[in-house]
Nanobody, 125 residues
Framework: VQLQASGGGLVQAGGSLRLSCAAS????????MGWFRQAPGKEREFVAT????????YYADSVKGQFTISRDNAKNTAYLQMYSLKPEDTAVYYC???????????????????WGPGTLVTVSS
């Protein structure tokens, strides 16, 4: 599967953005999806993950209650809705996918087989 993230941009602190991750192929519903981010000078970190049908999600503590991950299997797209953005949310955001059995989701980068090229989110103070 090929993944393409979009929706990044420049936003003021307190603003919102919705990132999209469009997937190619007809088996999107077989994949667990995840969002990760990498801030300048820092290592990539996990943000959120969702299982194949959206029935189960998991978030990093740093974004819990602030970000919402979702998916629309009919549109082969996963989303990351980000609210109340802060300058420390500035990063390149990546979506990732992995074939997943049952209701599994994954929070480690090494567990994912497919990655999109990333989209830059810049939050100004």
């Amino acid at each position: 599967v090929q993944l393409q993230a979009s929706g990044g941009g420049l936003v003021q602190a307190g603003g919102s953005l919705r990132l999209s991750c469009a997937a190619s192929g007809r088996t999107f519903s077989s994949y667990a999806m995840g969002w990760f981010r990498q801030a300048p000078g820092k290592e990539r970190e996990f943000v959120a993950t969702i299982n194949w049908n959206g029935g189960s999600t998991y978030y990093a503590d740093s974004v819990k209650g602030q970000f919402t991950i979702s998916r629309d299997n009919a549109k082969n797209t996963a989303y990351l809705q980000m609210y109340s953005l802060k300058p420390e949310d500035t990063a390149v955001y990546y979506c990732a996918g992995v074939l997943a059995a049952g209701g599994s989701w994954y929070k480690e980068g090494w567990e994912y087989d497919y990655w999109g090229p990333g989209t830059l989110v810049t939050v100004s103070s």
